[in-house]
Nanobody, 130 residues
Framework: QVQLEESGGGLAQAGGSLRLSCEFSGRTFSIVAMGWFRQAPGGEREFVAGINWKGDKSEYAESVKGRFSISRENEKKMTYLEMSDLKPEDTAVYYC???????????????????????WGQGTQVTVSS
């Protein structure tokens, strides 16, 4: 059974930085694609960033390009989201998710749709004050 646990959320000022971490357990980590999503109050869950199983391909939402960076450490079963130049509109609950499908593995790509992800963490709150 896959388990994902996020950490690192909190309160930041506009222009500041935060680093989110996601710990993965329950199966082989090195073959799954990982993603970060967020959901603001009253909003829908949206894709933020994703990284393929090899760690050599990543995708970002337009709203965070140039400010956020996703990475992974397969040996530690960890995924990270470095967030800088934070804006109040980044305020949301952030979720990490994993996609262990064979199609994604063979494709070597990064799923952008939440429906493609199999397992989810409980989320961590990020609040950015202006």
């Amino acid at each position: 059974q896959v388990q994902l646990e996020e950490s690192g959320g909190g309160l930041a000022q506009a222009g500041g930085s935060l680093r989110l971490s996601c710990e993965f357990s329950g199966r082989t980590f090195s073959i799954v694609a990982m993603g970060w999503f967020r959901q603001a109050p009253g909003g829908e869950r949206e894709f933020v960033a994703g990284i393929n199983w090899k760690g050599d391909k990543s995708e970002y939402a337009e709203s965070v390009k140039g400010r956020f960076s996703i990475s992974r450490e397969n040996e530690k079963k960890m995924t990270y989201l470095e967030m800088s130049d934070l804006k109040p509109e980044d305020t949301a609950v952030y979720y990490c998710a994993s996609d262990a499908s064979l199609s994604t593995y063979y494709d070597g790509g990064v799923p952008l749709d939440a429906k493609d992800y199999d397992d989810w963490g409980q989320g961590t709150q990020v609040t950015v004050s202006s």
